[in-house]
Each structure stands twice: as C-alpha cells, then as structure tokens.
C-alpha cells in the first residue's frame, strides 16, 4: 500500500488522478492510496490508513468493485457505525439498508427522480457545504463515498480543509470564534434552499442540536472551524447576525486555497474526516443517474453538554 499526497509532483503530473490540486495552506489535504484491495485490508492497512487520515483528511482509493456489505465491514474497522437516520427516505421507502446513506438520484425501483420529486429536493441539501450528521448530537467522524454509477458530465464532490481555514484567521477572529455554540439541524439546511416540506415526526426528529462552532482533533489536536449549512443559529446571538457571521465564516472557509475537487471514476471510494472537513456535491444533468452510497463512522463523543 502506498500514500501520495495529493499535492505531490506524482499526482500532479500524472492523469491517475483527475481530482484537482491542493493549495499553500502549508497543511497537508488529501492523498491517494494504492496498492490497496479494501475488500483484504490487514490490521496494519487500517492503522495506516488511520495515521494518514489523521494527516491528510480524505483519502481516495480507485478501483474498488465492492458490495455494500464489504463497504460495511471495511467501514466499520475504523469504529462503531452510524444508521442512515439522517435520510428522508425510511423503512419501507428505502432503496438501501439503513447501514448505508443512499446519495443517489433514484428511487426503490432505480428510477431516476422527477424534478420536483420530494427525496430528490431533500437530496439538493448535499449541495451546500457541510459537515456529516453535524445535525447529531454524536456527529460523524469519518464519511466512505462509494461511487457505483456516475453522470457523464459534472457531480463532482469538493472538499474543504476546515484546519487551514482555522489557522488562517487572525487572533481577533479566532478570539471571537472560540466560546460560540452553535445550532445545526437538517431543517436549517433545507430551509436555505427554501426545501420546508417536512412532516411533523421529521420536525421532532431533526430539531436542532448544540455544537461548538471551533473544535479540537482528538488525536492530532488540530484546532478546525466546525461549519456546516446544517447551523441555523448562535447560542444567544440574533439569528440575522448569526447567519451573517457564519456566512461569512463559511465564505473565509472554503477560498479556493483550502478546497480541492475530486472527479470521479466509477468504483471510486473516497474516504474523509468529517471532524477537520466540509464537502459538497456540485450539479450535474438532474436526468442522468448517479448513484453513490456512504457509510459513515460515528464520533467517539458529544462535543457540548
Ligand atoms: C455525502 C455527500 C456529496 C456528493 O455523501 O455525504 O455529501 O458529491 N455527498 O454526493
Ligand atoms: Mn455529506
């Protein structure tokens, strides 16, 4: 197995990979792993890949044909699991098992979407920068995206490195950021995007939770910025000036010098912590099918109590 950082002449040189560039924020962001068949990681594969998460934040792996079951187990290596309870689909609606976050454009049948289907507008959500299941009282440590069937053109996936946006800000700014606790819930998300289609029981279930807007890696102890368009509020703030503040923190955050893009190849896995990133989906033709499937690492912890 072999780990190369995005930002290497090798990868930049090279077409292997077609995900753009890392900046000069000094830290490193993303890499690429070879010489890996995920389906027969040994233990030291997965401290590996662990170290190397804690550096580089998303991993890509190419060419991994797997089934939902090897993404499970692979997956679940790196610690307890989340259910897919943050989906609008559930139970019976569902194309997928609950361990599997469906990010795709069809429905149970495989159909893709209508335009104005309700699933497919929820889904947009994913289109806004943000941080996974941010929205939990537990949020997520890592997400695995599994590629399994990509537009012809766009859909790309963008990642930003939430460490370098931290270290970037002054000390005026920092200053003003560390004690602020933030509100996140899905419907904060949806409503950005003018989605208010929510039943009573998804109003119960995702009603907001408390996070601290600047955490701390609990390995590397990294400061980062914990943003996400799933925040609709500051802990005793008005809530205009507290959409304009993470507005603009989130504008700060995701300059092009911290983002990089991924393009992907179907049978991409791409793998990242949420606890120190954002991403986002970008757009793409609405009647072609892509379909990905996430399952996703739970945090260790609460982050506020
Ligand atoms: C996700 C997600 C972005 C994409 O899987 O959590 O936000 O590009 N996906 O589909
Ligand atoms: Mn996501």
């Known amino acids: 197995m072999k780990i190369t950082p995005l930002n290497s002449s090798e990868n930049r040189a090279s077409n292997t990979v077609s995900s753009t560039s890392v900046a000069q924020s000094g830290i490193d962001f993303g890499a690429v792993v070879t010489g890996l068949d995920i389906a027969h990681a040994t233990d030291a594969d997965i401290s590996a890949i662990e170290n ?128 602020l606790v933030c509100e996140h819930s899905q419907l904060y998300s949806r409503g950005i995007l003018g989605f208010e289609d ?31 368009s799933h925040i609709g509020a500051i802990v005793n703030w008005p809530v205009p000036e507290a959409r304009l503040f993470i507005r603009d923190l989130t504008e700060h955050a995701t300059q092009s010098e911290f983002v990089f893009t991924h393009t992907w190849n179907q049978w991409d896995l791409v793998m990242w912590d949420n606890r120190v990133t954002m991403h986002r989906a970008r757009r793409y033709d609405h009647t072609q099918p892509r379909d990905l499937h996430r399952t996703t690492v739970a945090g260790d912890t609460t982050l506020y109590s």
């Open 52 to 179: 190397a998460m804690d550096c580089y934040a998303v991993l890509v792996f190419r060419n991994q044909k797997i089934t939902d079951a090897q993404q499970y187990e692979f997956s679940s290596r790196f610690g307890a699991m989340e259910q897919a309870t943050g989906d609008i689909n559930q139970s019976k609606n569902r194309r997928l098992a609950m361990d599997i976050n469906d990010i795709s454009n069809l429905d149970r049948s495989g159909k893709v979407r209508a335009r104005d289907d309700r699933a497919r507008l929820f889904g947009l959500g994913n289109m806004l920068w943000h941080s996974d299941s941010s929205f939990k009282t537990v949020p997520a440590k890592y997400s695995l995206l599994s590629a399994r069937v990509i537009p012809a053109a766009g859909g790309n996936t963008e990642f930003a490195d939430m460490r370098a946006a931290w270290v970037a800000l002054d000390r005026a700014q920092q200053h003003e950021c560390l004690n």
């Open 198 to 228: 929510f039943t009573n029981d998804e109003r119960t279930k995702w009603s907001p939770v408390l996070q601290p807007l600047v955490r701390q890696h609990p390995v590397t102890e990294a400061k980062s910025l914990f943003l996400s």
